[in-house]
DNA sequence: CTTCGTGCAAAAGCTTTGCAATGCG
DNA sequence: CGCATTGCAAAGCTTTTGCACGAAG
């Protein structure tokens, strides 16, 4: 139900709403992975089959634009999309395997921010990373196989 | 000079070398930054002007096929490509500025490694990480400026 | 000489854009 | 009712593929 928080106030800052928006907003926000494109807009056409890819490309755009939607790669090369709630810098750690994402808190990320700094004199600006790797099931369905 | 060591090593493990290979190898190892394939054929084209694009395309799928080269995400959406010295796991700071790559080492990360560890069960497995932010010359450069 | 790689051109994604019609506010 | 947004279709990009020729070993 958060797209409908986020509704009722982009209505109030005078943006359109549309069904295609909505419907966009609501794919993104209840869906817990990354989508592509392509991905939200199958999830769509069930509900509304008369929806154009072209509206989900335009769409996310928009919510670009207000900095509610965020294109994140998660090293597949392909262009996802991730919903921003707002000020909730989070990360998250991809699966190889299995695919799961389990998000964590941006604090995690402090003491190397800080080692970067200190060393580098480089200041780190991520409000997403996706960092490859095996979640705690396929590592240890790994080690059982071997 | 580097390519020309992985020429005698690729030509004694019985592949084929062209011209085509040997000038896609010489551009992706002497390029101090990551480049994409049209980049790459543009780096080319000067030195031999027949060279098609879908011969890059080819020689960087060989290329990864053998591991000496892996394509990246540096966050711009654009597939780039990265050479792999052997067993030289690196990772770089971009500044979101000046485009510049600092390449830092993998250590930098052991402790980010074993928290994730510890705390998720979840095994990074990172050969490459661009970590977008400014580096020490932009961020003095706009402290200065504001 | 045989086989594999290349150039060329066409095809195959994915994303964007032009335009008339529709519908939100 | 006016103007932004949509659907549809076509165009743009980047990457891949088919095929006959040419070059490597």
Redesign the interface.
């Known amino acids: 139900m958060e797209h409908l928080e986020d509704a009722t106030l982009l209505h109030q800052q005078g943006h359109r709403l549309t069904p295609q928006r909505l419907q966009v907003l609501q794919v993104v926000t209840s869906d817990a992975r990354h989508l592509t494109a392509e991905e939200i807009h199958a999830a769509i056409v069930p509900e509304q089959p008369y929806v154009d890819i072209a509206t989900v490309y335009r769409v996310l755009q928009w919510l670009q634009t207000i900095g509610l939607v965020a294109?994140i790669?998660i090293?597949d090369?392909l262009?996802r999309y991730e919903y921003r709630r707002r000020g909730d810098h989070h990360h998250h750690?991809v699966?190889?395997e299995c695919c799961q994402e389990?998000a964590?808190p941006d604090d995690?990320?402090e003491?190397?921010k800080s080692?970067?700094q200190n060393?580098?004199?480089?200041?780190?600006?991520?409000e997403h990373?996706a960092?490859?790797?095996?979640?705690?099931t396929c590592?240890s369905a790994a080690a059982s196989a071997s």
């Not at 060393?119 to 991520?126: A, D, E, K």
């Not at 960092?131 to 705690?136: D, E």
């Open positions: 294109p790669s090293g090369g262009r750690l699966c190889q389990i964590i995690v990320f003491e190397l080692k970067l060393h580098y004199g480089f200041t780190v600006q991520i990373l960092i490859p790797g095996r979640c705690a590592s």
